[in-house]
């Protein structure tokens, strides 16, 4: 079915923009559409959420209880999520009353791998080999057609690395499977990659795209640890990963914003990895380092608004901070030795708890080149966890 044909009003300054999902996406989201004289409601199953401690009003709910999500659609102009793993009706009870940017079928599609994969496959976009997954017997025939070692993921609910399993060999099967509790999966080709490449792209009201410059990636534990831009790509490369997310928005028909996550083949080649249909870690550096953040392009696309200039102020770099920091710091990391630096920058995100690998924050490091870039960001990084002086 094809997208439904664009509006083209415009939600002026003061309108209200309802955000689902309380997290940090969100608080960063209101925090720019604040700036732009919006007002911000937030729908969290959460209260003193990281998004409601920024917004004009914060709405807690489950996220299934939706008459409670037609009443808080009703209080806003339009609705936009800051996660994909909103409940598709959650999404659909909202859209009742106000528009939802991007759409419930955006949702649909990128919150199931199978379905993405799929509908990426099917529009002739390049994706990485994989194949549907519900029993052992699915598994030892995909396996035989894509080889070991492999990927298997939950179909559904999937970030971080959450859900994925590396398959090396055949004893790892069965055990896999019994791991899945009875969840459809899918079956990934392993990828022999050089670089791990992201694009956030964004789709106004009008049909207007644009695209930041293509962020380089870096993981750990499966969580992102350092974005850098410019990539250490040639230009022809970053004009073809801009140019593929640009199709994939449009076929979509996304209003709003969506990120594409790209490996480079060692044969040079893009291939597509995940979908999400918002804004993303890798796009924080755009706070500091670009004329228009990612938060803004978000608000300007689903208030039809011109996009925003996606060119770079500098060469930056970001390093996000996990709770990990808090506990080398032994619960108190050294804010001041981190902003010391030239060109540091910090953006938390009002977590009362440091766990280990929950995401507390992030460094952007401006520096004339991305490499200095990087070591700047990792030397603040550094920096928070060294011991304090003596009193």
Known sequence: MPPAPLAREVLSPG???????????????????????????????????????????????????????????????????????????TSAAAAEVVPVRPDGRVLHVTQHRLREKTFLRE???????????????????????????????????GYDGKGQQVLASDPDLAPAIDALRGAPAVLEAMVDFTLELSVVGAR?????????????????????????????IPAPLDAEARDLARRILEALGVV???????????????????LAPRTHNSGHVTMDASVTSQFEQQVRAICGLPMGDTRLRSPAAMANLLGDV???AHGRPRWEAALALPDVHLHLYGKTEARPGRKMGHINALAPTAHEAVQLALRARKALQCPRPPA
């Not at 604040?34 to 807690?60: I, K």
């Not at 194949?131 to 699915?138: C, E």
């Not at 106004?204 to 250490?232: C, K, Y």
Request: charged share 20%; hydrophobic share 45%; proline share 7%.
């Open 15 to 89: 309108s209200v923009i309802g955000i689902l999902g309380g997290g940090q996406l969100g608080r960063m989201l209101a925090l720019a559409a604040r700036s732009l004289g919006y007002r911000v409601h937030v729908f969290t199953p959460e209260p003193g959420s990281p998004a409601g401690q920024v917004a004009d009003l914060e709405c807690v709910a489950p996220y299934d209880d939706l008459a409670r999500v037609r009443e808080f659609a009703r209080g806003t102009h339009v609705v936009t999520f800051e996660f994909e793993n909103v409940p598709s009706a």
């Open 123 to 157: 529009h002739g976009f390049p994706v990485t080999p994989f194949r549907p997954v519900d029993t052992l017997a699915d598994l030892r025939r995909a396996v035989g057609e894509l080889g070991l070692p492999a990927v298997l993921k939950t179909a559904a609910f």
């Open 204 to 232: 106004s009201v009008s049909g207007e795209f644009r695209a930041f410059p293509v962020f380089q990636n870096a993981h750990a534990r499966h969580i992102l640890d350092v974005t850098v831009v410019p990539a250490d």
């Open 256 to 274: 709003g914003l969506l990120t594409v996550e790209l490996f480079l083949t060692r044969d040079g080649r893009l291939l597509v990895n995940e």
């Open 326 to 328: 808090w506990v080398a």
